[in-house]
């Protein structure tokens, strides 16, 4: 009987080794899981249940046998019912023991799924975060019936932002990649871009806030704003920008959120309608945007002013103002070099004029108009802008003081308000020069 035994035992070994363990494996993974691992599967998920979401991002970083639970955690129906809290449409969550709004919880899941995806391929990253999502319709471009009141795209903008830092460029290509498949935006923004604008006002909507809320999400660093929008944007003809740009940035209704398109047409606008535009206009001309040129910005803001027709000029006046010296100069540089002296000089009143309305200090539009002058190559040039400043401001005023004289009045009054501050910007512009024509000379 002693004989019969041994070959059972080794029967039993070889039995082990055949069905694929090995005897230290399974003790391995126990180990990594420190002190949890005298409790059930169940009672360590009632335990995560009690630590807050960062707790337990940082409890993931205690070895890949707990990362892997926590993933398995994140899949299941009261995982999920903990972690993706939907109260979007309130700007604060029910009191908590943490105390943090929605958008602070989303941040701490981001860094959780990061964590617990650290050791996955990009693409395997992208499907299993797609997948623990996809049941948040507020997360979707037309999931959520009340897009205006809703926060579910800035928490997933802010997700996103948190589990892809310090993600290389090529791995944020993916991802953008698989978003602008996932969501069908490149269909979306072709309808959006090439029908009249406004016909498709609810589609302009839901792409603005998909792109400013997900994309562009607030608080990103300039570099990876200027990713994203080079991202949305350089696919599309230079003309398509420019559309794409305006329903992203551009002016819109304080009582539906739709998109205004007939604002910088109809009348002067106030900062407030432009300042989204300009900030654009900014990122992509500095030096986070490696793709953009300086031309390709110029083209894109001459194009921007056409959209849907040519705007007024005070408000081209007022978007370059806004955009800074630099794109403020390059533009108008590239006027005088083009030749064309009589669209410089009248851009140039406007800006004084906008100066006078918006209380800018009137010597930087002196300053603009002396480093421009050094950019004709000829004396005869730089006189005949200097000529076509002067005969503007005179046309401009007997425009505006015909005006007057006709009665054509408005409840604001605004044709001698016009006037009137056409007649204080030419005032103080020349004003500036003469203090710096005689400051020159006592010197």
Known sequence: SGCTSVPRQK???????????????????????????????????????????KDISMLSMVSKTISSRLINY?????????????????????????????????????????????????????KYVHKVLSGVSCFKLNGCASPLHCLGLQCYGVFLQILTAGWDELECHRVFNFLWELSNLARKVQTVVSSKPGSARRLELRIRLYCRGVLLSPGSHRSDSA????????????????????????PVSSRDGHVVWQK???????????????????LLY????????????????????????EWLMENNARLLLLSGNSIC??????????????????????????????????????????????????????????QCLENTFAHMLMDMLQAVLSGERDEEDSSFLNLFHLVNAQANFHKEILYMAVGNNSS
């Open 74 to 126: 994140i899949s299941t129906s009261s995982g999920s019912r903990r972690l993706l809290l939907q109260d979007f449409h309130r700007p604060e969550l029910p009191a908590r023991r943490e105390g943090a709004s929605i958008l602070e919880h989303y941040k701490s899941l981001g860094l959780l799924l990061k964590r617990c995806t650290l050791l996955l391929p990009t693409r395997d990253r992208l």
């Open 227 to 250: 990713f994203w929008l080079t991202r949305i944007l350089k696919p599309w003809p230079m003309v398509n920008q420019a559309r794409l740009l305006y329903i992203i940035f551009g």
């Open 264 to 282: 910088m047409i109809e009348g002067p606008t106030d900062e407030t309608s432009l300042k989204g535009l300009a900030d654009a206009i900014k």
């Open 11 to 53: 029967q039993r070994r070889s039995g082990r080794r055949r069905s694929g363990h090995t005897p230290g494996r399974d003790s391995q993974a126990l180990s990594a899981l420190g002190d949890f691992q005298t409790l059930p599967l169940e009672i360590f998920q009632m335990v995560l249940n009690y630590l807050s979401v």
């Open 286 to 309: 500095g030096t986070e945007a490696r793709e953009w040129t300086a031309d390709d910005v110029i083209s894109l803001v001459d194009e921007l002013s056409v959209v849907p027709q």
């Open 329 to 386: 100069f390059t533009f108008m540089a590239s006027k005088a070099v083009n030749g064309r002296a009589v669209e410089l000089a009248r851009l140039m009143v406007f800006m004084a004029l906008v100066c006078e309305k918006d209380l800018y200090c009137m010597d930087w539009a002196v300053k603009m108009m002396q480093k421009v002058c050094k950019v004709f190559s000829t004396p005869w040039e730089r006189n005949n802008f200097l």
